[in-house]
């Protein structure tokens, strides 16, 4: 079975940073495509960035440019970093992973951007 664990999620100022970790078990996490997708409140969930096996990446629009994903293959650890916060960054954030044609998702973590 495929576990995903979030942690990070914190209040933070405008302009401010956070990262956001992602801790997988039960896959062959170095051939995992992983992403980030996110939750705001009255809101659909929305894809934020992806990790691809190859070593590629994607962003929303939204985050290009404010935050960085990676990953730690050796520790099946995905990581999002977070700069210069916005309070439209405020949501749940989710890692999500598919394996064996099913998605897997985390319970998320909450992120508050706020003065």
């Known amino acids: 079975q495929v576990y995903l664990r979030e942690s990070g999620g914190a209040v933070a100022q405008p302009g401010g940073s956070l990262r956001l970790s992602c801790k997988a078990s039960?896959?062959?996490?170095?051939?995992?495509?992983m992403a980030w997708y996110r939750q705001a409140p009255g809101k659909q969930r929305e894809f934020v960035a992806m990790?691809?096996?190859?070593?590629?990446?994607d962003y929303a629009d939204s985050v290009k440019g404010r935050f960085t994903i990676s990953r730690d293959n050796v520790r099946r650890t995905l990581y999002i970093q977070m700069n210069s916060l916005k309070s439209e960054d405020t949501a749940v954030y989710y890692c999500k992973t598919n394996s064996r044609g099913r998605e897997f998702w985390g319970p998320g973590t909450q992120v508050t951007v706020s003065s």
């Open positions: 039960g896959l062959n996490f170095g051939i995992a495509d």
């Open positions: 990790s691809t096996r190859g070593g590629g990446s």
